[in-house]
């Protein structure tokens, strides 16, 4: 297993039970990739080194697999937004419709009021045409356009609308930012669940480990949690990504007043701060941590944190794809080895359906798949 996070983990674990000699490796010195947790030192908080990762799922069978290895307690995201001088609450709601608008309507009155504010757009392309056709300019103005602007280093012009389409719109005063049944943090952490689950006889840990893709054949097989291209050593260029980096700062007290607020101006130069102390509000802790986040293209040194997956990527991608076809004993996983973005819980049911396809074919004899879920 090249890479230990959840991808690793998660398959190594599969296939440990099924009697298999496992090796991990990682080139980082610790557990969980970008899942990694860990207590500051100064304040005591439960830090999410990588950045916040909330778990949310509708699928009960990974929902169940969590805590057979952790206790999650309930944690919902509201998400907060400064913006135009005020601030709002995330996603747009009732609440954030009647305040923008200095109105008091109800559901129904808010939601043919946005509908005479979109615009008429009966197959939006870009994000900016699915965010006029689902909400108008003024909250695309407002919520989106700067943020998106930010995030992505482009304009939103140049964004496909696929982006935007799995964000909700809501007609009533719901502010939990995913609509999931199963919503939650490991009261312990991540890296102290993915130890549990890596805690296991037939499975081997090596940390601060490069792992050189020549050496796949020595093995009986690879799974690659990588970047797909970095596999091939970028041979036929390098697969954009977005980075982030984070300005961390300790503040007394409490200094927002919530896990997440966003910054939706564009001459903002972050995107958002984070307050780590709220996503563990059973906890109680005197002082903060905070990380202020900005995202920026992707150097080669650089940790690639969201695929661009625009029109020259995906045209490299295919030609990645047709080359890891050609190799008999690797198949490559996650978020990076597949380059789509992936929430956990999406990440652990590829894993969990990946090792299973891996057995099965073992049994049959047939070829081990290629990749975890194909990424065309």
């Known amino acids: 297993m090249v890479g230990a996070g959840l991808s690793g983990a998660v398959i190594g674990r599969v296939l440990a039970e099924a009697g298999h000699q496992i090796t991990v490796v990682d080139t980082r010195d610790h557990i969980g990739g970008n899942c990694h947790?860990?207590?500051?030192?100064?304040?005591?908080?439960?830090?999410?080194?990588?950045?916040?990762?909330?778990?949310?799922?509708?699928?009960?069978?990974?929902?169940?697999?969590?805590?057979?290895?952790?206790?999650?307690?309930?944690?919902?995201?509201?998400v907060k937004t400064t913006a135009k001088g005020q601030v709002f609450s995330l996603p747009v709601n009732l609440h954030t419709i009647n305040q923008?608008?200095?109105?008091?309507?109800?559901?129904?009155?808010?939601?043919?009021?946005?509908?005479?504010?979109a615009a008429d757009i009966p197959d939006p392309q870009t994000f900016e045409e699915q965010a006029l056709a689902f909400v108008g300019p003024d909250l695309y103005d407002a919520f989106f356009k700067g943020y998106t602007q930010k995030q992505w280093g482009c304009s939103p012009t140049e964004l496909p609308a696929a982006i935007?389409?799995?964000?909700?719109?809501?007609?009533?005063?719901?502010?939990n930012y995913f609509f999931h049944a199963f919503q939650g943090m490991p009261e312990e952490g991540y890296t102290v669940m993915i130890e549990r689950i890596l805690d296991h006889p037939g499975i081997t840990v090596e940390l601060n480990r490069a792992f050189d893709p020549a050496e796949a054949p020595d093995w009986d097989h690879v799974f690659w949690s990588g970047p797909l291209d970095g596999f091939f050593g970028y041979n036929l260029g390098r697969l954009g990504y977005r980075t982030l980096d984070f300005e961390t700062f300790r503040a007394e007290g409490d200094?927002?007043?919530?896990?997440?607020?966003?910054?939706?101006?564009?001459?903002?130069?972050?995107?958002?701060?984070?307050?780590?102390?709220?996503?563990?509000?059973?906890?109680?802790?005197?002082?903060?941590?905070?990380?202020?986040?900005?995202?920026?293209?992707?150097g080669p040194d650089d940790i690639p944190y969201y695929p661009?997956?625009?029109?020259?990527?995906?045209?490299?991608?295919?030609?990645?794809?047709?080359?890891?076809?050609?190799?008999?004993?690797?198949?490559?996983?996650?978020?990076?080895?597949?380059?789509?973005?992936?929430?956990m819980d999406v990440t652990i049911r590829?894993?969990?359906?990946?090792?299973?396809?891996?057995?099965k074919a073992q049994a049959d004899g047939t070829p081990a798949p290629t990749f975890s879920k194909a990424p065309l």
């Open 100 to 117: 923008f608008y200095n109105k008091t309507m109800r559901p129904e009155e808010a939601r043919a009021f946005i509908a005479n504010q």
């Open 164 to 175: 935007l389409k799995r964000l909700p719109l809501r007609f009533n005063y719901d502010d």
């Open 255 to 298: 200094y927002q007043g919530c896990a997440v607020m966003n910054y939706g101006d564009v001459d903002v130069p972050y995107t958002r701060i984070t307050e780590h102390k709220h996503f563990s509000p059973w906890e109680s802790h005197e002082n903060s941590i905070l990380y202020k986040e900005s995202a920026r293209e992707c």
């Open 308 to 343: 661009i997956r625009l029109v020259d990527e995906k045209a490299m991608l295919a030609d990645y794809v047709a080359a890891a076809e050609a190799v008999d004993n690797v198949t490559f996983v996650g978020r990076l080895g597949t380059y789509r973005y992936l929430d």
């Open 37 to 78: 947790t860990a207590r500051d030192a100064e304040t005591g908080v439960m830090v999410h080194t990588y950045g916040p990762h909330i778990f949310h799922t509708d699928d009960a069978e990974v929902w169940g697999y969590v805590n057979d290895f952790a206790t999650f307690l309930p944690f919902k995201n509201r």
């Open 350 to 359: 590829e894993s969990l359906d990946c090792a299973a396809d891996w057995l």
